[in-house]
């Protein structure tokens, strides 16, 4: 053996040693079908059985877990009914319950009673309470009948299929596909909907480090709230009522502040929401150079406009701020999003496998064609990308012409049923939460600027071909030296002359409505050209239609190939809101070359960030005493107290809120983000970079009891305790 060649294979010796095999963490199984994955999963580390995951014969964990208000998850962790999700989960709750002299959303709020909870209008959680495979039923269905009728078929025979799993209960169900259509699946849930809130720390912990820190890892966020499920006398779900009781659950899940270390298995059961994890290149591309780009520039569009307007009084930026996170968080969403995309080279990835694919299928005259097809798809669509992009970003991000159009259709109702008393006092009731919602986050200054400025930055990218005259026609009717001032002129025009722009005229108008007024008004002229049904027919003719029916064909064919083409090794479905269970490893990383990530973040980190006054880094006064007298309580951890952790697992928006899991099945963190190395990962997983940013259980326990003296909060919890219990006679050594 020569010296090099000797050399090289000590060396491959010495890697192969160091670095340990990569584990398959990705995947967002099904818990009904979690059997199949148990084995890899005891490996890790898992001590229970399938059974305690998911049954519906006796009291599972999927018992603790409830889908929150439909966009987030939250889990069960006390015999009456307390839930714990994100802080971001509950900022609308938290806001919307705050103003300048209550405000809960700067100043935190903890509950020392029942009597103390806020109902929280309109929130509502599921309890998943079984699912089912109903392929045969539905391919039975659609068997033989054509593309165009499949659609209609579909939703008959689901709408069989729901409720006869119902009929007897108050339960509700969804029929949903997964693989793309290729397979089924019934959910029954239980829906509550008397959910109040219990507690929430101070902004400035529950989202400390802002937009800055969003996406990212080293994090020191209190991403926490806590609420609960309210029930009858009976345990059943029931309206708001003062005299509904605590939910008693069918399972609650135990917490242990035992701590995490590297390597650990952890688990994340919960809600994900959407992945796109066999989008093809063409699809890659078409987000990199278009949709990502453009989402991005009408979003910073509106979050500037804002801001300037939340900087002048609490009142607006109480108002205002739900609404600013959201848009925020998903305009750093798809920056993070392009950056990965075209740094982790995911288009050339594609095109390697969508080769690849193309020549496992030489034999298939279908699925040999289907990369072609593809292509050919895109091909027509892509010259419109932009400009669909801007209807839902750009032109409907005004919210009076949502509520015009709203009201226009609702007047036309109310006009061909005059003599039924009873729908038109309904529709006055809908009058009035109309006006209601617009209110909350209407901004005179704001929504007057972001629409004159969409439309100017309409005008600049969308192909002029495309341009609808409703558009073009604003141009000759205010004749400026610039389209900007044009444009500028129409909005100071609508806002100055309009009756149903401004909330309060708004209301005027439809206390005595008249549908010449409506007619004659100008900001009814323009939005009515809105109505995206209409709009979409008028300026794409059946472009985007004939996209969306062959991109769902082409689909529904890859997956249906690619199941069989990896015949053997289990393959998760892409998320669609149902529940799923992700399980892998506390697992630190490394972002790039000569760095390492620790898999934790302490107070410390915390306190190094803080900045006084500032708008994402200031602390609360209660914090910084408690670190200073190094007030840890028993959740200290080596002098320190804990914040965040990492692990591999595989989670996107919707799991929000989840739990994060042991061995054990103990609740040791709450799931709340990802990592900016790694958010292309709805669209490819990438097992180097990919984590979920969770926090520390014990952080999220020591504001309730330590800065929040909730004490009462605490007792309900089923807390694993880190040291063994000290016994009552204690044995004196001598
Ligand atoms: N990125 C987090 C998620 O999508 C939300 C964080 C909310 N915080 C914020 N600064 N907007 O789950």
Not at 103 to 123: C, M, R, T, V
């Amino acid at each position: 053996m020569n010296r090099l060649k000797y050399t090289s294979v000590l060396l491959m010796a010495i890697l192969l040693f160091l670095v340990p095999p990569l584990k398959a963490d990705e995947g967002m199984w099904l818990p009904m079908l979690i059997g199949k994955n148990y084995e890899q999963m005891k490996k890790q580390g898992f001590k229970l059985t399938p059974e305690d995951l998911y049954s519906v014969n006796k009291a599972s964990i999927k018992d603790a877990i409830v889908s929150f208000g439909g966009f987030c998850t939250g889990e069960i962790v006390s015999k009456n009914g307390l839930i714990f999700t994100n802080h971001h989960c509950g900022y609308d709750a938290i806001a919307s319950n705050s103003s300048p002299e209550n405000n809960i959303l700067d100043n935190g709020f903890y509950a020392k009673s029942y009597q103390e909870e806020k109902p929280i209008k309109g929130l509502f959680v599921r309890f998943l309470v079984r699912m089912e495979d109903v392929t045969p039923q539905v391919m039975a269905a659609i068997a033989g009948v054509n593309e165009k009728d499949k659609a209609a078929k579909i939703a008959e025979v689901t709408k069989k299929i729901t409720s006869d799993a119902i009929a007897g209960t108050s339960y509700e169900a969804d029929v949903r596909d997964v693989y793309k259509a290729n397979q089924y699946l019934l959910f029954v849930y239980e829906r509550f909907n008397d959910i109040r809130l219990v507690g929430t720390p101070q902004q400035s912990i529950g989202k400390f480090g802002g937009d800055t820190d969003n996406w990212e890892w080293p994090r020191h966020t209190g991403d926490f709230s806590v609420f609960r499920v309210y029930a009858d006398a009976a345990n059943k779900s029931a309206t708001y009522s003062v005299n509904n009781k605590p939910y008693t659950p069918k399972k609650s899940l135990p917490i242990s502040i035992k701590g995490v270390k590297n390597g650990d298995f952890s688990m994340v059961y919960g809600f994900p929401g959407r992945t796109d994890r066999y989008l093809t290149s063409h699809g890659v591309n078409l987000a990199i150079e278009k949709t990502n780009p453009t989402t991005v520039k009408l979003r910073d569009i509106r979050l500037k406009a804002w801001k300037e307007e939340m900087d002048k009084s609490v009142d607006t930026r109480l108002k205002l701020s739900s609404l600013y996170a959201n848009i925020a968080n998903y305009w750093k969403y798809f920056i993070g999003q392009t950056e990965q995309l075209k740094r982790l080279k995911i288009a050339d990835e594609k095109v390697k496998q969508e080769l690849e694919f193309t020549q496992w299928s030489a034999a298939s005259p279908v699925n040999s064609q289907l990369m072609d097809s593809y292509n050919k798809a895109y091909k027509a669509y892509e010259p419109f990308a932009v400009h669909i992009t801007y209807i839902n970003e750009g032109l409907l991000a005004s919210s009076f012409v949502r509520n015009i159009n709203q009201v226009a259709s609702m007047l036309k109702a109310m006009n061909t049923r005059k003599e039924d008393a009873a729908f038109q006092a309904q529709m006055k009731q809908n009058f009035n939460s109309l006006v209601d919602n617009y209110q909350n986050t209407y901004s005179e200054m704001a929504d007057k600027k972001i629409f004159a400025q969409i439309l100017t930055s309409f005008y600049q990218d969308v192909p002029k071909s495309q341009h609808p005259k409703f558009i073009s026609q604003i141009l000759i009717d205010f004749p400026k030296a610039s389209p900007a001032e044009s444009f500028n002129s129409f909005a100071n025009n609508l806002w100055e002359n309009s009756k149903l722009v401004n909330p309060e005229k708004l209301s005027q108008f439809l206390l005595n409505p008249s549908s010449d007024v409506l007619e004659g008004d100008l900001a009814y002229q323009y939005a009515k050209n809105l109505v995206p049904q209409e709009y979409i027919k008028n300026n794409f003719g059946t472009v985007l239609a004939d996209f969306q029916v062959e991109k769902n064909r082409l689909d529904n064919l890859y997956l249906k190939a690619l199941l069989e083409k990896n015949k053997g090794v289990l393959t998760y479905p892409d998320a669609n809101s149902t529940m799923r269970i992700s399980y892998g490893t506390i697992q630190n990383y490394s972002p790039k070359d000569g760095i390492t990530y620790d898999i934790k973040t302490t107070i410390d980190g915390m306190i190094a960030k803080y900045q006084p006054g500032d708008d994402e880094f200031d602390l609360p006064k209660s914090l910084l005493e408690a670190y200073n007298q190094k007030n840890f309580g028993q959740y200290a951890d080596n002098g320190t107290l804990p914040v965040g952790f990492i692990s591999n697992n595989d989670i996107t928006g919707g799991n929000s809120g989840s739990p994060v899991l042991n061995g054990n099945g103990e609740l040791i963190g709450i799931a709340f983000d990802g990592n900016w190395e790694a958010m292309s990962g709805d669209i490819a997983f990438d097992k180097q970079y990919k984590r979920t940013i969770s926090v520390d259980i014990r952080f999220v326990l020591w504001c309730i009891e330590v800065l929040g003296g909730a004490k009462n909060i605490i007792d309900e919890l089923d807390i694993k305790a880190n040291k063994l219990p000290v016994p009552k006679n204690k044995l004196i050594m001598n």
